[in-house]
């Protein structure tokens, strides 16, 4: 079965078991589409748990970890990519549907909390990239239908709605467009959360402030302690903060600039000291090419993370909401 965890202290134990914990970003949905049984355990085929294979119900479980926003993620071709999320959006669904009393898929923070009540997983929905839309608005009210509870405006190429931080027709200059204003319109009016992951800065700033909801970043790192491209800085920190929405931190140590879980734990203080308690949360990355930390390389090590803050001073209060509270507040008050 290859290593295992380090067993954590009583007191971490049961600060995380007191937690419902959330994370913000997991491209498990592209596992699924290669026949991928979420209810089964896995051992990742490749060294250090490189590029996937990082999520599963019986890790989930034993990391006690309830909650995950699963990013559903298409490529940007002229046609197919919204069949596409829906054929994924699919396969959440039967693999809940085959793994009845362990996984459900959620839209609200009561159904996320009648599950940890239940001991069940939530799964969330979300879009990767509004290229998914295909320049329609009218499929976001279908994708809201499906169940889809966020979307990220950008992902690795320029689009309808704008420019990415990164990737095919990057440009910082570019805000959002008109059809990327109306989407963020269209968005609140279905309550559903503008994801900021992964758009450029401009885009970033304007987004979060048309928004009258509280945005997310689901997975990033943040330039203050590590200066990176895929990383936003304190202006962009605050202008979350500032809605009320927070930050999942990325578990990449190629973006957080740190090894282990250390890394992690310096991102998410910094994200506290400069937004504010109600901000920072988990964004992991995990099944989404990434190579996580050693010692935080699937949902299993999530109590170590809750040991390492708590060792940094954090009160208890304060490691539940980073573990899964703010998120559950941003989801309450954006509405079902
Ligand atoms: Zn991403």
Not at 3 to 23: G, K, M, N, T
Not at 112 to 130: F, M, N, P, Q, Y
Request: charged letters at 25%; glycine letters at 12%; hydrophobic letters at 40%.
């Amino acid at each position: 079965m290859g290593r295992q965890p380090p067993v954590v202290s009583d007191e971490a134990l049961a600060v995380h078991r007191a937690s419902i914990v959330v994370d913000l970003h997991a491209d498990t949905p592209s596992l699924l589409r290669l026949g991928y049984d979420i209810g089964k355990r896995h051992t990742p085929p490749l060294p250090r748990a490189a590029l996937g294979v990082h999520v599963d119900l019986p890790r989930m479980r034993e990391g006690g970890q309830c909650g995950q926003m699963f990013g559903l993620v298409s490529l940007p071709l002229r046609k197919g990519p919204a069949e596409v999320i829906h054929r994924q959006i699919t396969l959440v669904e039967s693999a809940a549907r085959s793994h009845p009393g362990e996984l459900r898929v959620v839209r609200t923070a009561e159904e996320v909390e009648d599950a940890w009540r239940a001991g069940v997983r939530a799964a969330l929905l979300s879009i990767e990239g509004a290229h998914a839309l295909e320049g329609r608005l009218e499929n976001v009210e279908e994708f809201a239908r499906r169940g889809v509870r966020s979307l990220g405006l950008l992902h690795f190429s320029a689009n309808a709605a704008g420019s990415p931080a990164h990737g095919r027709g990057a440009n910082p200059e570019q805000a959002l467009t008109g059809f990327g204003k109306d989407l963020v319109t269209e968005l609140d009016r279905l309550r559903i959360l503008v994801d900021l992951a992964h758009i450029n800065r401009k885009g970033f700033l304007e987004a979060a402030l048309l928004t009258k909801k509280p945005p997310i970043v689901s997975h990033t790192g943040v330039s203050g302690v590590h200066p990176h491209w895929r990383n936003i800085d304190d202006e962009q920190i605050r202008a979350v903060a500032a809605k009320g929405g927070c930050i999942g931190i990325i578990f990449a140590p190629r973006f957080l600039g740190r090894a282990g879980a250390l890394g992690v734990v310096e991102h998410l203080l910094h994200v506290l000291r400069v937004g504010g308690e109600d901000t920072p949360a988990l964004g992991s990355d995990f099944d989404g090419l990434v190579t996580p930390p050693h010692d935080l390389r699937d949902p299993r090590y999530l109590p170590g993370l809750t040991e390492a803050l708590l060792r940094r001073g954090l009160e208890p209060r304060i490691v539940t909401k980073i573990l899964g509270g703010n998120f559950l507040r941003v989801l309450r008050e954006v509405g079902p």
